[in-house]
């Protein structure tokens, strides 16, 4: 399967515990994106690199979040101190095509805090 | 905030009606996409449109694009069960490298 692929596929986690999410994008793709969406919504955009650079981030990006993409290939979102409105699907997408900016996404995480 | 609306929010058809949904947007468009995203799944990509263009056609699908109104609407013909999902429009602006996602469409396409 040559998709984006995320990891876990389900997390349960207390409220103030750290988690990790992994993201391998599409191994030619040099774009990578990360998404939240919660139930009912579309997704809401959180940061993008090119390569390993973090070009952008939301404002929806609170100081407890990290991502990184060392050497331009997988990809880290890892949310500090979790909070209950922290739970969410985070999903991962990857894009070759900078003028249309089509989006390959992978299954997602889905993220519970109790 | 997202930059897309879709209507209705929820639509449900007999098989072999057709399903038709509509977005709105708020700012000038590069290009307009459609995903369809499948229960617990993540979201896969549909049809493209770009801001020159009026309609476009693939398989069972049919976009339109008004950027005068700034809407488009996604017309699936001949539905299938197979097709229940939920439908999201997402814009690419000017300038910005992401897509900015609308709230959807649930399609429910009853056998």
């Known amino acids: 399967d040559t998709g984006v692929s995320q990891d876990p596929r389900h997390k349960i986690t207390k409220r103030g515990q750290n988690v990790t999410f992994r993201c391998d994008p599409i191994s030619e793709h040099n774009r990578l994106y990360w998404y939240r969406q919660t139930l009912g919504q579309g997704p809401e955009f959180l940061t993008y690199?090119?390569?390993?650079?973090?070009?952008?981030k939301s404002r929806l990006l609170s100081d407890r979040f990290s991502a990184e993409r060392p050497k331009g290939s997988f990809s880290t979102l890892e949310i500090q101190r979790t909070e209950q409105g922290d739970s969410a699907m985070y999903l991962c997408?990857?894009?070759?095509?900078?003028?249309?900016?089509?989006?390959?996404f992978g299954n997602g995480t889905r993220l519970t805090v109790t | 905030s997202q930059q897309g609306e879709e209507d209705p929010q929820a639509l449900s058809i007999q098989e072999g009606e057709n399903a038709t949904m509509n977005c709105s947007y708020k700012?000038?468009?590069?290009?307009l996409q459609w995903y369809r995203q499948n229960s617990g799944r993540g979201l896969v990509h549909l049809i493209l449109?770009?801001?020159?263009?009026r309609e476009k056609h693939s398989g069972r699908l049919r976009v339109t694009l008004d950027t005068s109104k700034k809407s488009s609407s996604l017309l699936i013909t001949a539905s299938r069960a197979a097709d229940t999902a939920s439908y999201f429009c997402?814009?690419?602006?000017?300038?910005?490298?992401?897509?900015?996602f609308g709230t959807g469409t649930r399609l429910t396409v009853i056998p």
């Open positions: 700012t000038s468009i590069n290009n």
């Open positions: 997408a990857s894009s070759l095509d900078i003028e249309s900016r089509t989006l390959h």
């Open positions: 997402a814009t690419a602006l000017t300038g910005a490298n992401n897509l900015f």
């Open positions: 690199f090119q390569n390993e650079a973090q070009l952008e």
């Open positions: 449109i770009r801001s020159n263009e």
